[in-house]
């Protein structure tokens, strides 16, 4: 009788930390993500807001306990690099769709398309395209999409803090856009076509920056590829500390008995707290274990903590 083989385990690693993924074109987010996850060979990780396929960029990645902060990063404000086309509307609002409409192009200059800009600087409302992954009665709005079936959308509120023309050239424009979570560059880019009469749509989208982090930092899957040749260690240096996406709260620092006890769910005096707000919370050694709310009678009680062995 032949002896069993036993089955081999594929032993997950207990990975902690950021990774700032330089995300490429033609790879969805998710599929990124997985690549990653598994060059690290690493049991948890998530990213902190979705790129479309054919956009490129910074794609924050949280392994292990920094996925505890990622729902900050996905709140944070965000920076794309947008390169435009005048007088085509696509079925997608960028380059990958199909052609609605094509329209003459008028005369511009630069001081009419910033001055066209004015209009949707600020605290604006935004209809969702229908080829995006938000959800329908439990569905995908681009599984609609791609059925040629259209849904009715709820406007959603946005912020834009800034636009900046790089360039404009006839039929094409370059801008940079500041903006707030949530915002849709395919449909802005649309708004402003429309704005100017003639539609456009997007050509090329990269994310710049998100939250505290700027794509000038960022690694590409082929780099990390590269790396993981040297050994992990060599990759756990590519990451950065769970308190880095975190540095706009400002930072206390606890005794070891006051570390204990906010462990433990009580909350923690702390003389000269304001009355409201987020802290970074260190403990006495200055390692950073999570995040705390502020409440009554200077009090600070834990609202995220990191856990690592």
Do not use: W
Not at 127 to 136: E, G, Q, V
Not at 189 to 208: N, P
């Amino acid at each position: 009788m032949k002896k069993m083989e036993k089955r081999k385990t594929n032993i997950k690693n207990n990975v902690n930390g950021i990774l700032l993924l330089d995300k490429p074109t033609g790879l969805s987010s998710n599929r990124s993500l997985q690549n990653v996850k598994r060059i690290y060979n690493a049991k948890k990780a998530g990213h902190t807001g979705s790129l479309d396929v054919p956009a490129s960029g910074l794609l924050p990645i949280c392994f292990g306990e920094a996925t505890k902060v990622s729902g900050y990063l996905l709140n944070s404000n965000k920076k794309y690099f947008v390169q435009c086309k005048l007088g085509k509307t696509t079925t997608t609002g960028d380059a990958m769709g199909d052609v609605l409409l094509v329209r003459p192009i008028p005369q511009i200059s630069k001081i009419t398309l910033t001055t066209i800009f004015k209009d949707f600087i600020g605290n604006i409302q935004q209809i969702p395209p229908m080829f995006s992954s938000l959800k329908y009665n439990g569905k995908r709005l681009y599984e609609f999409a791609y059925n040629g079936v259209e849904v009715e959308r709820k406007a959603r509120d946005i912020r834009i803090y800034g636009i900046e023309l790089l360039k404009i050239c006839n039929d094409y424009f370059e801008i940079k856009v500041f903006c707030s979570k949530g915002t849709y560059i395919r449909t802005l880019v649309e708004d402003i076509g429309e704005k100017i009469g003639c539609g456009a749509h997007v050509l090329s989208l990269r994310r710049l920056e998100a939250g505290p982090f700027n794509q000038l930092h960022s690694i590409t899957l082929e780099e990390i590829e590269f790396i993981a040749k040297k050994g992990q260690q060599a990759l756990y240096d590519l990451l950065l500390p769970i308190d880095t996406a975190l540095q706009d709260y400002p930072k206390i620092q606890l005794t070891e008995d006051e570390t204990y006890r906010l462990r433990q769910g009580q909350p923690v005096a702390i003389s000269g707290l304001p009355k409201l707000g987020q802290f970074r919370i260190y403990n006495d050694s200055n390692e950073f274990i999570g995040l705390g709310d502020v409440i009554k009678n200077s009090q600070i009680k834990a609202k995220r903590l990191i856990n690592i062995v």
